[in-house]
């Protein structure tokens, strides 16, 4: 079955970056979409960033684009999350996620979770 790690997480200074990293296994070829998520306290989960697998495109949330990049090294099968010019908002636990198919693409839905890593901007 599939299995999500996440990595990178911790304490970052305002303005600083983060990169967080999803080691997967048991992906297939039908699995083609993967994403991170983010669920901060007292807020609901919302999406971070999805990319579908087959090619690398990348789809961002608007209040983040510009500062978040989602990449994929397809030879480990690791999903990354780079997050620039870090706020205080920006603190919560950073979720990976895969599915094999979308009926929306932001929907929150996915299949497959993480057990998720902790952010903390101060």
């Known amino acids: 079955d599939v299995q999500l790690v996440e990595s990178g997480g911790g304490s970052v200074q305002v303005g600083g970056s983060l990169r967080l990293a999803c080691a997967a296994s048991g992906l297939t070829d039908r699995t083609r979409f993967m994403g991170w998520f983010r669920h901060a306290p007292g807020k609901e989960r919302e999406g971070v960033g999805i990319i579908y697998r087959s090619g690398g495109t990348a789809y961002y949330a608007e209040s983040l684009e510009g500062r978040v990049t989602i990449s994929q090294r397809e030879d480990t099968n690791t999903l990354y999350l780079q997050l620039n010019s870090v706020k205080p908002e920006d603190t919560a636990m950073y979720y990976c996620?895969?599915?094999?198919?979308?009926?929306?693409?932001?929907?929150?839905?996915?299949?497959?979770w993480g057990q998720g890593t902790q952010v903390t901007v101060s």
């Open positions: 996620a895969a599915d094999n198919d979308r009926c929306e693409l932001w929907a929150p839905s996915f299949t497959y």
